[in-house]
């Protein structure tokens, strides 16, 4: 049976799991071989998924089950994502939710691993989150289907989806593929969704035109908010060392070249302000104080983002 949950469309077959490890024949229809066994559930700053145009001071529920459609080398959270028989505790929509109206956090995190593989418990939690007034927040690696972002769309408030390289660097490290990352950040774009995009950059694999064709394609689609995080060793890459500070500034000064209007350095000690396009004035810090109405007190020009 062909699963529609990502890009792959994995042909199911009886007592076998699809790519992901999650999906499974059961009683003649594709399940999830876990349905709501959380394996990781905290409470986080907004600004760690990172989000930091969308409802900036604030924290948000976030949780994960294990799987990812992916297999990248560097994964940062492999012990999860890529443990493809891990289960954890069941923990019911309903609790999810009830949890963050009863603590006063305004959204829902679907992260750490791939919500794309578990996007059935992710859309039932998100459903019950509108109900109650919430938002729903989704990090992704952006491998969409075309019949996952009919169903995602309406129901997700705000996205950060990866950008990890060129079509060879998913082919080679990821074990993915480009294309259909590129088509679901147009298409969550073109739907008015707010997005902000993350790339993780690995010195001696990442060059200065890997990030300026990076730049130019998020330019093309019309991406606002492009975060350039520092490597550190994980998975199969933990003999690897760490991207330097000096990397990622000259990447940060390759990307703000390009076009996209805030890009912003990530797992650094750079400064992460925001300032506006139009005149140059700070109008976020980076304790992530923020100008009432995201609109810039000098000139007046609106600021990408989700304020309040």
Not at 74 to 81: G, P, R
Not at 94 to 113: D, F, G
Not at 196 to 223: K, N, P, R, W, Y
Request: charged content about 20%.
């Amino acid at each position: 049976m062909i699963c529609d949950f990502c890009y792959r469309h994995c042909d199911v077959l009886p007592e076998r799991l699809g790519f992901c490890g999650r999906r499974e024949i059961r009683d003649g229809t594709l399940a999830d071989a876990g349905y709501g066994e959380v394996v990781a559930f905290a409470v986080d700053p907004v600004e760690k998924k990172p989000l930091y145009h969308f409802l900036p001071g604030t924290r948000t529920v976030s949780i994960a089950m294990a799987g990812c459609n992916f297999a990248c080398d560097f994964c940062q959270n492999w012990q999860i994502a890529q443990e493809r028989f891990l289960r954890g505790d069941f923990l019911s929509p309903e609790s999810v939710v009830r949890y963050a109206r009863e603590h006063h956090h305004p959204s829902v995190s679907y992260t750490y691993s791939e919500p794309l593989v578990w996007q059935d418990y992710m859309l039932e939690t998100a459903a019950l989150a509108r109900r109650e007034g919430l938002r729903n927040i989704m990090v992704s690696n952006g491998g969409f289907s075309k019949e996952a972002l009919a169903r995602i769309v309406p129901m997700i408030d705000a996205y950060n989806i990866d950008l990890k390289g060129d079509e060879t660097f998913y082919s080679t490290i990821c074990h993915g593929s480009l294309a259909p990352v590129l088509d679901g950040l147009d298409a969550l774009i073109s739907a008015g969704a707010h997005v902000e995009v993350t790339t993780m950059l690995i010195e001696g694999i990442h060059t200065e035109q890997m990030v300026e064709s990076l730049g130019t394609m998020l330019m093309d689609i019309g991406a606002q908010v492009w975060h350039l995080s520092r490597f550190f060793p994980q998975y199969r890459m933990i003999g690897r060392q760490a991207t330097s500070e000096g990397f990622l500034e000259h990447a940060l000064e390759v990307a703000r070249h390009c076009g996209v209007p805030f890009v912003y350095p990530g797992n650094s000690s750079l400064v992460a302000e925001t300032r506006c396009p139009a005149c140059g004035s700070v109008v976020r810090t980076a304790s992530g104080q923020t100008v009432p109405g995201g609109v810039c007190l000098h000139c007046g020009t609106h600021i990408y983002g989700v304020w309040s």
